[in-house]
């Protein structure tokens, strides 16, 4: 088993309390759910809210810097797949977030824990869409 698929259950647990934890405190000091392409589009040109949605953000991004730097944590990423493929697949994925009417935070953390039959819908077609994946590479085309 390579690192980047190394069974890691403390880190995983301390990394989805603190998720959970932010989810709560943004519902619970702003009234909004944590998705984080709601946050991203509510920066575009004309919307309110931008301070609290660029300080989200910049945690999003801070926080695991803060974390690798001061925690002397390595986190190793390397991909085989050729950008073009990154890019389409990065599109694809905003396209069904669009059509989904949330992304998989938004859904499968806040959505879940509101007990909404949509979001609890998504999310198990986004589970069952990523275990299909995951059989399909790794047993039908032969990926890692």
Do not use: K
């Amino acid at each position: 088993m390579s690192d980047m698929t190394a069974f890691t259950p403390i880190q995983s647990l301390l990394g989805g309390a603190l998720i959970g934890l932010s989810a709560v405190l943004l519902m619970a000091f702003h009234g909004r759910i944590a998705g984080m392409t709601g946050i991203l589009a509510g920066l575009l040109p004309g919307q309110e809210g931008r301070g609290w949605r660029l300080a989200f953000l910049a945690g999003a991004v801070l926080a695991p810097l803060l974390a690798t730097t001061l925690g002397g944590i390595e986190i190793p990423f390397s991909s085989q797949t050729p950008l073009p493929w990154i890019v389409v697949s990065g599109l694809a994925v905003g396209i069904g977030t669009t059509f989904g009417g949330g992304c998989t935070s938004g859904h499968g953390i806040c959505g879940n824990a509101r007990l909404s039959r949509r979001s609890i819908l998504a999310t198990l077609i986004f589970m069952l869409a990523a275990g299909l994946t995951v059989y399909a590479i790794r047993h039908g085309i032969g990926g890692a």
